[in-house]
């Protein structure tokens, strides 16, 4: 039987004339959908010319504070051909490929990619794309390395694991984009309400996504820092998403760090409980990317910028909270993520039920920002050597700038109108614990508890 057929809700009934619930017809959002788009470009170009006027953050602010954004706007109006430039940048080289085949776990860390198919996006860059629902990581895998996919959500290691040939043949991959950061937790079944103390979960059974996850590796510190050795004291269980609640309530599983909806279906169903968000282990972790294959990018370039052009607006769109109820409805159907549109709408928002008759509000619960930063890469792989996945010296940041794309990012990302910083503005912090990406070895021997492999 398949693990997605199980799900008595069926969300998609409440849709009336289109993908996400907004308009009469489907045409009237296609519609709408099209005037936001070209919105969008307008305004990224509106604001390049601005801060092209203004370098300065500071001057640029003062200056549409003093005239107003529409004065300010009109008069950029008048001394540039906004409407030639808007038509020029909206012309695209001509495509390899339209027919494209993106794989994707149904979770809400894929939000960008899945959404991008309902409301359109993918349509305006001129392709044609079939997001395709999977079983599991490791299918995943096999689907990209076999060129059954052209792209695929993926998780944040996997590429790196991929390109290193770390669990299977080595094959150069790249992260495009960051899918989310945040948005995962660490969910207790009901029976383990009197220990919210990590100390006590000797002996305890846990779930992760994948080997290569950043679920494995925040698991695996959590527990370390609180005493425990997760190789000897506790039992880790690769365990697709979507099969995670039902084992915790036949009680094979006594908790799970793993991918929202997950985490609030289970306290939806009255089965588990919160016992704390990754979002208050690292702020602003990355969980899940955009992975394609290295050789796939230089044999489709044109079709790889539409895609990237498509994703990183879908995370545009996905970075304002206000369009969170709206995304919500567009990735609850069956095809999507099949779960019920309250259930997302508590994920995406951030105000959420417990487990434990507490109501929180927590807007970072999930975010959205695509940056692959080199930093984040880098940690990851000083866990996978923590945790013996990576056996002698590492190049780091080599590895790391082989894989993630992260110059390609910012210049699409800019390209989009969406805000890039140039330096990393906000340090990694995993549990009070600074990370300094040039020093990764002095890190990783920092730590007590860790499973070396010569």
């Known amino acids: 039987m398949s693990i997605f057929t199980n799900d008595p809700f069926n969300p998609s009934t409440s849709f009336k004339g289109c993908a996400c619930g907004r308009h009469a017809s489907q045409s009237e959002h296609d519609a709408a959908n099209t005037i936001e788009a070209e919105a969008l470009v307008a305004r990224s170009i509106e604001g390049g010319i601005l801060t092209g006027l203004f370098p300065d953050d500071q001057r640029r602010r003062d200056f549409i504070r003093g005239v107003g954004a529409s004065t300010a706007l009109g008069a950029i109006g008048s001394l540039f051909p906004i409407g030639a430039l808007t038509a ?3 012309e695209k080289a001509p495509l ?34 079939s997001v395709v629902k999977t079983a599991g990581w ?35 991959m790249n992260v495009a984009t960051i899918q989310n ?36 590796f925040l698991l695996r510190y959590y527990v370390a820092e609180n005493g425990l050795d997760p190789d000897k004291d506790i039992q880790i269980r690769v365990t697709p998403p979507p099969e995670m609640v039902a084992n915790l309530r036949a009680g094979n599983i006594d908790g799970f760090l793993g991918p929202d909806p997950f985490n609030q279906r289970a306290v939806f169903d009255q089965v588990g409980f919160i016992h704390i968000l990754t979002k208050d282990i690292w702020d602003g972790h990355p969980c899940c990317s955009f992975g394609v294959r290295t050789e796939w990018v230089k044999e489709n370039p044109n079709t790889f910028a539409a895609l990237y052009r498509a994703v990183l607006n879908a995370a545009q769109m996905a970075m304002n909270p206000a369009n969170r109820s709206t995304i919500a409805n567009a990735i609850a159907p069956t095809a999507y993520l099949n779960q019920p ?6 994920v995406l928002t951030g105000k959420f039920a417990d487990g434990l008759g507490n109501v929180k509000d927590v807007p970072g619960r999930v975010d959205f920002d695509p940056v692959p930063w080199a930093a984040m890469g880098i940690w990851i792989l000083t866990q996978m050597k923590r945790w013996g996945y990576i056996k002698g010296d590492v190049k780091y940041k080599e590895i790391v700038d082989q894989v993630y794309l992260l110059t390609d990012a910012k210049k699409r990302m800019k390209e989009a109108g969406i805000p890039v910083p140039e330096k990393q503005v906000k340090k990694i912090i995993v549990m009070g614990k600074a990370f300094d990406e040039t020093k990764p070895d002095a890190y990783l021997n920092s730590f007590k508890i860790k499973k070396l492999s010569a």
Request: with cysteine; proline share 8%; hydrophobic share 45%.
């Open 138 to 172: 490791a299918l995943i895998r096999d689907k990209v390395i076999n060129k059954e996919y052209d792209a695929s959500h993926m998780l944040a290691p996997m590429p790196l694991a991929i390109s290193m040939g770390i669990g299977s043949n080595p094959l150069p």
């Open 96 to 129: 390899e490929k339209k027919d494209l085949k993106i794989g994707f776990i149904p979770i809400t860390c894929a939000t960008p990619l899945i959404m991008a198919a309902p409301l359109g996006f993918y349509e305006k860059q001129g392709l044609n794309v």
């Open 341 to 346: 549109v309250t259930v997302l709408e508590q």
């Open 181 to 216: 950061v945040n948005g995962q937790a660490i969910t207790l079944a009901m029976k383990h309400k009197d220990k919210r103390d990590p100390k006590m979960w000797k002996g305890m059974v846990f779930a992760v996504p994948f080997e290569y996850s950043i679920h494995n």
């Open 88 to 90: 020029m940048a909206q």
